[in-house]
């Protein structure tokens, strides 16, 4: 052990002038450089050559590299091999990584430390470096101040190397310019011969060190003109750590600690040095990965994800192979939801946060700006994943605005003539065969609210469960709740142009041979439901006010569309009219408050809808036509005003928010179907559309209402009706409390039709049965109720299911686990007695009813409700055999009297009209 209090006495004598990266020298630098050495001469026991040997020694230089530092040939070597000295023995004999108080230094001596190291890295480091380094400012005043030896710059990387880990000398960054010198060191030794020690010397900068001082040092020796070798050096040290782990982020984090550049020239920069030609495939990929993770890093930094951002699309640019590494992994993104890997019933697949963080990572990705994101092609694939994620979010949440965002992007960059229709086309025809395949939810996938306010779990539905794709519906509402009022046009006039080639393609009236069940469900898509789906989204943006006023600015295009429309009159007419009634009130709507469509090349439009009054017989068709002459006639005459006056005010007020507003709505639109107002019965359509939309109101007030409004709807369209109510019932996706108050609707609606609705028995049957089978408690015991109601007025007509009927109350008897169920189950036996006029009619199904009536009535251990039902309906039969019974007696009692008239009467006067003979 040495005396280090005699070593730091020495420090505190020396003076260190370039000490704290002075740039300034004193005026007599060569008198304070011998002041120094004089100093250290006085304090060492040692001489100088056996302070060079136990140096060498230490730290590893052979006889050969130690005869070659001569301290005799300079003061300056003399002085750098006495201060490394004295370094070298403080380092070694204080323990600086100890945190026992035995081991402690005052701040005063870690400060004479710090100045010893700063001066030995002036002297040692800075003034023998490669010539050209001294072509820089920042090293020009250190040229030849030492003699240039190779010997002595290695043993002083060496002592460099060794005195960096010392964490207590990097206090305020006082070790900055002393990595920086010893960096330069290493390369211009290593011009020279390439020692092993040097590499490790690297590494250690690398590792050890700051990484982004390590590239802010590259960068800086990079700037000064050298000679190819170096330069060469330098730039293998810049793309080796680049692509090593953590090299992008340290680079872009070098880069904008550059004072006076904005972010988008540090970006520029970046991209500019990281995604160029000449880097291997693998290296590409690699950095690719880091690119990525740094942009997932700093998902709320938008600088830095400007960066990113733009890298990545340069690196996309590049090749093809990197266009498919970066779909690859941005497939893989949603890999969690597209493909889960186990489905596992009530498995939490993703949490609420990090859907919203990787929405939030493809909203900066494709959306940051026009020139920085990637293109918007590779957001063809995922829209059905989008929309459906879009649908399943709550309202207020950010996410659905940014998914919105990506949507709207996707769309608006598609060209408008082609490729924006085969989108839409694909989109709502759900091709699913073709290339890119789409990329969409499992269909055991579903979102559900979470506990938390506006919050969402990602979870595996039970095995029964089926996805519902209704793009009609999520489409429009997305692209309305957006100001992209262009593109709405844009996506209008494209499905309505899809419409219009749906109706050129007649289908034969033989169908070919369908093998599989999914050949039938895609026949059944494209001739039906398609059709269906985009009436409906023509619907909903034709409500978009702003619509208009775009399409203002197409009137050409919308007008061809409209006549190539209006020549395709199906020559079955029942089949298209419902279709065509609809596109005329589109139309209405589009006209009536639209004076530039009104003038604008309406002539060729006067002679299509003339011709279709003409050819068409149905009524509804010809007040639509009568309606739309009107408005192409120019100006609206004062009587036409007032017709389509009271209409209008009852569809605002039904379109309101309030309760008391949409109920009064309602009252008049009733009014308006029961006085068979024109206007209000060629916009029929459009009535049960809101209808629809206002049943879903959570208030009892307004639904309640609803349902009359229904039941004033069935006068008009019975099976328009019937058939809608019944789809909505029997849609598995909406909500149970909606589905419950169409099921009351349905009920009214048939009971309002009376008996006459047994032209829609199969329907109303079918529905209620399909809903008796449904794993919801609740949802099955009101399908038994509302058939209770529907067996009772329709009993007359239920022999063809009466044994799926049995069954069905059967199975629920027995193997169901839901009491209320099982009451309605009963009612309905009950209610099907109830309903039966002549027992005669229906002998084969009253046995096997009075059997499990009567078994439910004796059974002690049955629920008191059921056992109640039971009785009732044994009541009612036996009343309706009493009847039957009474009647038969009554029959045979009777006695027939043939009187002959004017013979022996006790009037004689004959009266006139009447016949020969009566019968009593």
């Not at 136990?54 to 750098?80: F, H, K, M």
């Not at 390590?214 to 003109?225: D, I, N, Q, S």
Request: proline letters at 4%.
């Amino acid at each position: 052990m040495v005396n280090t209090a005699k070593y730091f006495a020495l420090l505190e004598s020396l003076n260190f002038e370039k000490a704290l990266a002075k740039q300034a020298t004193c005026s007599n630098a060569t008198g304070y450089l011998e002041g120094n050495l004089v100093i250290l001469q006085k304090y060492a026991k040692l001489n100088l050559q056996e302070q060079l040997h136990e140096l060498c020694t230490d730290y590893g230089l052979n006889p050969e590299q130690q005869s070659r530092i001569d301290p005799a040939v300079d003061p300056s070597i003399s002085y750098i091999v006495r201060l490394q000295h004295v370094i070298h023995l403080l380092t070694k004999n204080i323990n600086f990584h100890s945190d026992a108080k035995e081991d402690l230094i005052s701040v005063a001596h870690l400060k004479l430390c710090i100045q010893a190291t700063q001066e030995l890295s002036y002297y040692g480091l800075r003034c023998q470096l490669h010539e050209d380094f001294y072509k820089s400012p920042i090293f020009n005043e250190a040229k030849g101040k030492v003699p240039a030896n190779p010997a002595l710059l290695l043993l002083s990387i060496k002592i460099f190397v060794n005195i960096l880990p010392i964490r207590q000398f990097h206090i305020a960054n006082s070790m900055e310019l002393v990595q920086r010198d010893l960096l330069a060191a290493i390369l211009s030794l290593r011009i020279q011969e390439d020692y092993p020690e040097l590499s490790s010397a690297i590494s250690y900068l690398w590792e050890q060190e700051s990484k982004s001082d390590f590239f802010r040092h590259v960068l800086l020796l990079k700037a000064t003109p050298l000679c190819a070798p170096l330069a060469k050096l330098l730039h293998h040290q810049l793309l080796e750590k680049l692509h090593s782990p953590q090299g992008f982020a340290s680079f872009v984090e070098a880069l904008q600690q550059t004072p006076n550049v904005s972010p988008s020239r540090n970006a520029e920069i970046v991209a500019g040095i990281v995604a160029r030609k000449g880097f291997t495939q693998s290296a590409q990929e690699k950095m690719i990965q880091q690119v990525l993770e740094y942009c997932r890093f700093y998902l709320q930094d938008a600088d830095k994800l400007c960066v990113g951002i733009l890298t990545l699309r340069r690196f996309y640019d590049l090749s093809e192979r990197n266009q498919k590494v970066i779909e690859e992994i941005l497939s893989n993104h949603w890999k969690t939801l597209i493909e889960p890997e186990d489905l596992i019933a009530g498995l939490i697949l993703m949490d609420h946060q990090e859907l919203c963080n990787r929405i939030l990572f493809w909203q900066h990705l494709f959306c940051s700006s026009s020139v920085a994101c990637l293109p918007s092609n590779l957001l063809i694939e995922y829209l059905p994943l989008l929309l459906q994620l879009y649908d399943g979010l709550p309202l207020e949440l950010p996410a659905r605005n940014q998914i919105s965002g990506l949507v709207s992007r996707c769309l608006d960059n598609r060209e408008r003539e082609k490729e924006l229709p085969a989108v839409l086309q694909r989109l709502f025809s759900w091709e699913i065969d073709e290339e890119p395949a789409w990329k969409c939810l499992h269909p055991r996938v579903l979102l559900l609210p979470s506990s938390e306010k506006n919050e969402i779990q990602i979870k595996v539905a039970p095995s029964e469960y089926q996805v519902d794709h209704d793009m009609a519906r999520i489409l429009p509402g997305l692209l309305t709740s957006t100001s992209h009022n262009a593109l709405i046009c844009n996506v209008f006039l494209a499905l309505l142009g899809f419409m219009v080639k749906l109706l050129k393609e007649k289908s034969s009236s033989s169908v070919d041979f369908i093998s599989t069940e999914s050949e039938l469900k895609d026949f059944l898509h494209s001739k039906y439901q398609l059709k269906l789906d985009l009436l409906i989204a023509l619907n909903q943006l034709v409500a978009h006010q702003p619509l208009r006023v775009q399409l203002a600015m197409h009137t050409k295009e919308f007008v061809v569309i409209l006549k190539d429309l209006l020549q395709q009159r199906s020559e079955e007419e029942e089949t298209a009219v419902h279709i065509l009634l609809l596109i005329l009130n589109l139309l209405h709507e589009l006209i009536e408050s639209s004076e530039e469509l009104q003038l604008s090349e309406s002539r060729e439009l006067k002679e299509q809808l003339l011709l279709l009054k003409s050819e068409s017989r149905n009524s509804l068709i010809q007040q639509s036509v009568e309606a739309l002459l009107n408005l192409l006639q120019g100006a609206w005459r004062p009587s036409d005003s007032l017709k389509t006056q009271p209409f209008q005010k009852a569809r605002s007020l039904i379109e309101k928010k309030e309760s008391h507003l949409q109920v009064y709505g309602i009252q008049l639109m009733m009014d308006l179907l029961h006085k068979k107002d024109p206007t209000t019965m060629s916009q029929s359509h459009l009535v049960i559309a809101l209808a629809l939309t206002t049943l879903k109101d959570k208030e009892s007030y307004t639904f309640l209402n609803c349902v009359r409004l229904f039941v004033a709807l069935v006068h008009v369209m019975e099976s328009e009706v019937l058939e809608k109510l019944s789809d909505e019932y029997l849609s598995e996706t909406a909500e149970l409390d909606y589905r419950l108050v169409v099921g009351e609707a349905i009920l009214k609606v048939s009971q309002e039709i009376g008996p006459l609705c047994y032209r829609y028995k199969g329907v109303l049957l079918n529905c209620f049965m399909h809903g008796a089978r449904s794993p919801l408690h609740e949802f099955r015991m009101s399908a038994f109720a509302n058939l209770a109601q529907l067996c009772r007025l329709l009993a007359f007509q239920v022999h063809n299911f009466f044994e799926e009927l049995l069954q069905l109350v059967n199975n629920e008897l027995t193997s169901g686990g839901y009491v209320p169920s099982k009451r309605a189950a009963v009612l309905v036996l009950a209610e099907l007695l109830n309903g039966m006029e002549n027992l005669l009619d229906y002998q084969d199904m009253l046995l096997p009813v009075y059997r499990l009536l009567k078994t439910i009535e004796a059974s002690e251990s049955c629920d008191p409700q059921m056992r109640q039902h039971a009785a009732n309906g044994l009541k009612i039969l036996n009343e309706k055999c009493r009847e039957l019974i009474q009647t038969s007696l009554e029959e045979r009692s009777l006695q027939k009297q043939i009187k002959v008239l004017g013979i022996k009467d006790s009037n004689p006067t004959p009266r006139k009209n009447r016949h020969i003979l009566e019968l009593n």
